[in-house]
């Protein structure tokens, strides 16, 4: 499975930016999907993430209220609406494919991952 995010760039604080992740060579609608970031020095954190069905979702207490993920499985895409923006929300955003899984906070226990899109947040 091949996973391209899309959708990142500079936003001053307090936009919004909506991330998308395309797969490709996998059956979409089996995985769950996540949303993790990384800011520079420090470790990869949960974001978000959503069931095959997309009927639930999870989110880190930071995006919560803020951010929306979404899946469109006839596109085989999966989307990050991000809110309200703020500085400490600036990283590398990847999005990641959980097989025959129900979506996980933790990031081993995904399958696949993308390269990543960058995120800055201005103040």
């Known amino acids: 499975v091949q996973l391209v995010e899309s959708g990142g760039g500079l936003v001053q604080a307090g936009g919004s930016l909506r991330l998308s992740c395309a797969a490709s060579g996998g059956t979409f609608s089996t995985y769950a999907l996540g949303w993790f970031r990384q800011a520079p020095g420090r470790e990869r954190e949960f974001v978000a993430a959503?069931?095959?069905?997309?009927?639930?979702?999870y989110y880190a207490d930071s995006a919560k209220g803020r951010f929306t993920i979404s899946r469109d499985n006839a596109k085989n895409t999966v989307y990050l609406q991000m809110n309200s923006l703020k500085p400490e929300d600036t990283a590398v955003y990847y999005c990641a494919a959980q097989s025959y899984g129900l979506g996980s906070r933790v990031s081993y226990e995904y399958n696949y991952w993308g390269q990543g899109t960058q995120v800055t947040v201005s103040s």
């Open positions: 959503i069931t095959w069905s997309g009927r639930s979702t």
